[in-house]
């Protein structure tokens, strides 16, 4: 249940705090006062679109908090498994909602301290509160809301929710058919430069990273043979060619030596080339050394780049840099399978079947339930209309097979009325009054109130357009309802509010020359008092005081 709600710069209000008791409380006062600004603030705080219009004039951001008190086994440990999977802490029996609205558009919301999304504030306000708006029997005159309130009533939303999954699946397996036939030509040209792709790929038997490997070997092999022909160049200059230098230098030897007979400085002129000649093959050995070393297999190099040449011939067809080869074939394959399963039509066409006939086992269970719940449907709520005032009156439940299935199912919900000595029902629309229709759509609310698990229910004037001992009724209905669930009701009623356990009265004011508004509880007096008011008897007319104070105690 509610136990307690904070509300700040919202609307009218600067600043409201009320504690809320079990039972069935109603909230009055004049017109203008912000009664169902309290409706609004809990829709609000239960993930309704925020609107910075509803900031109050002057302030930056408005907020709103509340605490409600989990008194059910089954909810309490529903809500603690919730909390947990979602990341929130539940450690006793209350869960802490807040939520402010920022004059920029920004709108952020807590559940138990933690940041949460306006989604998850939605999922579990609906397990904590629900509201019975004022507009409740406009949309009740449509098939669309009249078949949600009876799967409600079914409790099978799970099952429809299901359903359309199914649906939703079925729909889309179905466009894929359609699309895979109408581009069938396309397909298959895509699938023929696929398996040419990959075909060519898989000729060249890759190995892991070939490339980069081949690259490397043949930049050695290139850089080698190169070193080795100025090697083996070297040798030739130096000694084998018939003008080498060493040769050259043998030749000028003899010819120093000659010399030395004659003068000693060529004798050491003549050492000096002998010196050299030595020296000119120790350069020789070693570029010789160095040929044996690394000497390498023609044979090798060619095999090296006839891979080369043969895998960049495959790159440069598919258009491609060699060394993406292997990331290629793997995404070609994917592509292929993907593209395979796509196309295949029958395996499609099957899938869709399986779909259809899913989805019609579990449409066709869901009008079995639909059906039996209709007659309990019709029963009670044709009783509360009696209790309403509208005794020759029959709500019937009618359900036709739909020409076209849809995610909700294959049926067509609609609430007909049948009145006494019509032969047949009618839609609502077209046989209840601006009255009857407020009371049907009460009589709905009573029903489904009734039926609900939901701890706390909001009724926003949903007594709007009826009177007299009928008002009374409804109130004895809502003080009825309230002895298994907390029912907060707005009304203008006097004979709903004096059924009240507790009573809170809704004041305008101003503060700073900005309108306000305040709530206060009341009793004993003051509430005898504002029931004379809502009869509209003068403030101190004796025999209204009385007649307020008589209703009260009835």
Same mark, same amino acid.
């Given at each position: ?36 600004? =309290? ?112 799967? %409600? ?16 699946? #079925? ?14 030509? $396309? ?45 083996? %160049?070297?040798?030739?200059? =130096? ?8 040769? =050259? ?134 009783? #509360? ?19 076209? $299935? ?8 609609? $609430? ?87 009573? $809170? ?50």
């Amino acid at each position: 249940m509610l136990e307690s709600l904070i509300i700040k710069n919202f609307v009218v209000v600067e600043f409201l705090e009320i504690g809320f008791d079990e039972g069935f409380s109603v909230f009055t006062g004049e017109t203008g006062a912000g009664k169902s600004m =309290i409706i609004e603030a809990l829709s609000l705080l239960l993930g309704k679109r925020a609107a910075t219009i509803k900031i109050r004039e002057g302030s930056e951001r408005a907020e709103i908090a509340a605490i409600f008190k989990v008194r059910s086994k089954i909810l309490n440990d529903f809500l603690a498994n919730w909390c947990h999977q979602s990341g929130f802490d539940f450690d006793s029996d209350e869960i802490f909602i807040r939520r402010v609205i920022e004059k920029t558009g920004k709108s952020r919301a807590w559940i138990n301290g933690h940041i949460s999304s306006i989604n998850q504030i939605k999922e579990i306000g609906e397990h904590l509160m629900e509201i019975h708006s004022q507009n409740a029997h406009q949309k009740l005159l449509t098939s669309v809301h009249q078949r949600k309130i009876l799967d %409600d009533f079914a409790e099978i939303k799970k099952d429809v929710d299901e359903l359309k999954k199914v649906w939703d699946l #079925w729909q889309e397996k179905n466009k894929q058919l359609d699309q895979s036939i109408n581009k069938n030509e $396309f397909t298959k040209q895509q699938l023929i430069q696929l398996k040419w792709k990959i075909s060519l790929i898989e000729d060249l038997n890759l190995k892991k990273n070939e490339w980069e490997a081949l690259s490397l070997q043949e930049n050695k092999l290139s850089f080698i043979t190169e070193l080795i022909e100025n090697a083996k %160049d070297g040798i030739n200059k =130096i000694q084998q060619d018939e003008n080498s230098i060493i040769s =050259i230098i043998e030749k000028l030897q003899k010819k120093f030596l000659f010399s030395a007979s004659k003068d000693e400085f060529f004798s050491r002129i003549a050492k000096s080339a002998e010196q050299s000649v030595i020296e000119l093959k120790d350069i020789t050995d070693s570029l010789r050394r160095y040929i044996g070393q690394n000497d390498i297999d023609p044979y090798a190099l060619k095999q090296t780049e006839e891979r080369i040449s043969e895998i960049f011939l495959v790159a440069q067809k598919i258009g491609c840099d060699p060394k993406n080869l292997e990331k290629i074939l793997e995404l070609s394959k994917k592509e292929l399978i993907e593209l395979e399963l796509e196309n295949n039509i029958e395996i499609l066409k099957i899938k869709v079947k399986e779909l259809k006939n899913q989805y019609i086992e579990n449409a066709e269970l869901i009008s079995k339930k639909r059906i039996i719940s209709a007659k309990n449907f019709e029963v009670t709520v044709s009783n #509360w209309l009696k209790k309403l005032a509208m005794d020759s009156s029959v709500l019937y439940v009618e359900i036709v097979r739909k020409e076209k $299935f849809s995610s909700s199912g294959m049926d067509e919900i609609n $609430f007909l009325i049948k009145h006494a000595g019509s032969e047949k029902g009618l839609g609502i629309s077209k046989v209840a009054s601006g009255g009857e229709l407020s009371r049907i759509s009460l009589a709905i609310s009573v029903v489904m109130a009734n039926a609900s698990k939901t701890p706390s229910l909001i009724f926003d004037e949903v007594d709007s357009g009826i009177g007299g001992n009928t008002a009374h009724t409804v109130g004895e209905l809502l003080r009825f309802l309230g002895k298994e669930q907390q029912i907060l009701c707005v009304t203008h009623l006097p004979q709903v509010a004096v059924n009240g356990h507790h009573h $809170f009265k809704i004041t305008k004011g101003e503060n700073n020359s900005l309108p306000t508004s305040k709530i206060d509880k009341i009793i004993k007096e003051d509430r005898v008092t504002e029931v004379a008011r809502m009869l509209g008897k003068k403030e101190h007319d004796d025999k209204s005081i009385e007649y307020a104070r008589n209703l009260l105690r009835e």
